[in-house]
């Protein structure tokens, strides 16, 4: 059964940086994109960074870009996302989720995502 858990939110002050982790088991973690993803009260869950399952590839979403960073350790069977300046916007549950096919040579579609973590609350504050 696969199971991903996500790990490192809080409640950091804007300009503020965490560091989100999501530790995967269940199978073959190196051979499947990951994703991050993120829903605020009321509004719907957005993608805010993925990776395919090599790394050759990584998208940010454009409110992201530039202060966000998705790496994945397949030794330690872990996505991260690093979350730099961050901003009151920011403020979220963020998900990770895994690919449902395996070596995919482009990111999986939204519905693509099978496997999904429990989410982890980030508030950045004023």
């Known amino acids: 059964q696969v199971r991903l858990v996500e790990s490192g939110g809080g409640l950091v002050q804007a300009g503020g940086a965490l560091r989100l982790s999501c530790a995967a088991s269940g199978r073959i973690f190196s051979n499947y994109a990951m994703g991050w993803f993120r829903q605020a009260p009321g509004k719907e869950r957005e993608i805010v960074a993925a990776?395919?399952?090599?790394?050759?590839?990584?998208y940010y979403a454009d409110s992201v870009k530039g202060r966000f960073t998705i790496s994945r350790d397949n030794a330690k069977n872990t996505v991260y996302l690093q979350m730099n300046s961050l901003k009151i916007e920011d403020t979220a549950v963020y998900y990770c989720?895994?690919?449902?096919?395996?070596?995919?040579?482009?990111?999986?579609?939204?519905?693509?995502?099978?496997?999904w973590g429990q989410g982890t609350q980030v508030t950045v504050s004023s």
């Open positions: 989720a895994s690919d449902r096919a395996p070596r995919r040579s482009r990111f999986p579609t939204r519905n693509e995502y099978e496997f």
């Open positions: 990776i395919t399952w090599t790394g050759a590839l990584i």
